[in-house]
């Protein structure tokens, strides 16, 4: 099983980054898929997730109508585009695999059962 995130890296505060994460060795279309992200000193927090079948979706209120998520079932992959970005965005970003075919998507860690390794994005002001 394999999550590998990809797309971060240096920005100003208004720019925009989509973030990819392609997973392997596991049913994608059978899980929800979610972003976490990690500032420095910080607990990992919840940022964003969708279910399985892609019509449900879930933010975290500091990102909501500026980040969106998105999956691809056919390339296995889930997206992250977010817009208007804040130096308080700035943390490593974690992709995961929850595996449950309900439309309400896990908001807290514990039933994620795949984590990627995070690729990290950094918000100048």
């Known amino acids: 099983v394999q999550l590998q995130a990809s797309g971060g890296g240096l920005v100003q505060a208004g720019d925009s980054l989509r973030l990819s994460c392609a997973a392997s060795?596991?049913?994608?279309?059978?899980?929800?898929l979610g972003w976490f992200r990690q500032a420095p000193g910080k607990e990992r927090e919840f940022v964003a997730a969708?279910?399985?079948?892609?019509?449900?979706?879930d933010y975290a209120d500091s990102v909501k109508g500026r980040f969106t998520i998105s999956r691809d079932n056919a390339k296995n992959t889930v997206y992250l585009q977010m817009n208007s970005l804040k130096p308080e965005d700035t943390a490593v970003y974690y992709c995961?695999?929850?595996?449950?075919?309900?439309?309400?998507?896990?908001?807290?860690?514990?039933?994620?059962?795949?984590w990627g390794q995070g690729t990290q994005v950094t918000v100048s002001s």
């Open positions: 969708i279910s399985w079948s892609g019509s449900y979706t």
């Open positions: 060795g596991f049913t994608f279309s059978n899980y929800a």
């Open positions: 995961a695999a929850a595996g449950t075919l309900s439309r309400f998507v896990p908001k807290v860690a514990a039933p994620y059962d795949y």
